[in-house]
C-alpha cells in the first residue's frame, strides 16, 4: 500500500521568506503526483500536478512553483512568500490505472 | 465552468439521529464523484466513488448515492465518532485524475 509522508507538517514565515515543501512516496512506482491547497472557508484547490519526473503541470497561476527531481518526490517551492499563500498543503498520489486520489497529512503554513 | 457545491455548510446531529448531506454538481464530463472524509488538521480519507446514476454504496453508518446532477451521502444513526468534516469531489474528463472539490459540510454528532 501507499505511504506518503509530507515535512514539514507546520511551518511559519515572515512575508518575502522562500518556501520548500516536501512530498515524498512509498509503496508505488511512477505516480502521478498533485499539490492541492485547503485555505478556510474554500475547497481544495489544485495547484500542480505531475505525470514523470521533470514533467510539471500548473493548474492555477501564482507565487508557487513545483519540481519532481525523483520518480517518488514531489517538491512545492516559492521563492518570496506572500500573506495569500497561507493554507493547509496537500500532496497527493494517483497510482495509474486507479481512479482514487490517497492524500498526505498535509502541510500546514503560516504567513505573517 | 467546471462546479461543485455542497450543503449545508455545518449539521450538527445527536447521536442516533439520521440525515443526509448533499453534493450538487456541474461538470462537463463527469469521471467519478467521490466522497472523502476529513478529520481536522488530517488530510482527506477516502469514502466512496460512485460513477453512474443510480449507484448506491455503502460502508457502515454511511451510503452515497448518485443522480445526474447531485449525490447524496446519508448518515444511518451517527455515532461521535462520525464527526468530521465531509468532502465531495467531481472527477473530470481529461488525462489526468484531476479532482473538483465542494467545500464540504463540517458534520459534529453530539453524544
Known amino acids: 500500500s501507499q505511504t506518503i509522508h509530507q515535512w514539514p507538517a507546520t511551518l511559519v514565515q515572515p512575508v518575502g521568506s522562500p518556501l520548500s515543501l516536501e512530498c515524498t512516496v512509498e509503496?508505488?512506482?511512477?505516480?502521478?503526483l498533485y499539490w492541492y491547497r485547503q485555505a478556510a472557508g474554500r475547497g481544495l484547490q489544485l495547484l500542480f500536478y505531475?505525470?514523470?519526473?521533470?514533467?510539471i503541470s500548473s493548474e492555477v497561476p501564482q507565487n508557487l512553483s513545483a519540481s519532481r527531481p525523483q520518480d517518488r518526490q514531489f517538491i512545492l517551492s516559492s521563492k518570496k512568500l506572500l500573506l495569500s499563500d497561507s493554507g493547509f498543503y496537500l500532496c497527493?498520489?494517483?497510482?495509474?490505472?486507479?481512479?482514487?486520489?490517497?492524500f498526505g497529512a498535509g502541510s500546514r503554513l503560516t504567513v505573517l | 465552468e467546471d462546479q461543485v457545491t455542497q450543503s449545508p455548510e455545518a449539521l450538527r446531529l445527536q447521536e442516533g439521529e439520521s440525515s443526509s448531506l448533499n453534493c450538487s454538481y456541474t461538470?462537463?464530463?463527469?469521471?467519478?464523484l467521490f466522497w472523502y472524509r476529513q478529520d481536522p488538521g488530517k488530510g482527506p480519507e477516502f469514502l466512496f466513488t460512485?460513477?453512474?446514476a443510480g449507484e448506491e454504496k455503502e460502508k457502515e453508518r454511511l451510503k452515497a448515492t448518485l443522480t445526474k446532477k447531485e449525490s447524496f451521502l446519508h448518515i444511518t444513526a451517527p455515532k461521535p465518532e462520525d464527526s468530521a468534516t465531509y468532502l465531495c469531489?467531481?472527477?473530470?474528463?481529461?488525462?489526468?485524475?484531476?479532482?473538483?472539490f465542494g467545500t464540504g459540510t463540517l458534520l459534529a454528532v453530539q453524544p
Open positions: 497527493a498520489v494517483g497510482s495509474s490505472g486507479a481512479n482514487v486520489l490517497t
Open positions: 509503496g508505488t512506482s511512477n505516480p502521478n
Open positions: 505531475s505525470v514523470g519526473i521533470g514533467q
Open positions: 461538470v462537463s464530463g463527469l469521471r467519478g
Open positions: 460512485l460513477y453512474s
Open positions: 469531489a467531481a472527477r473530470v474528463a481529461g488525462a489526468t485524475n484531476k479532482l473538483i
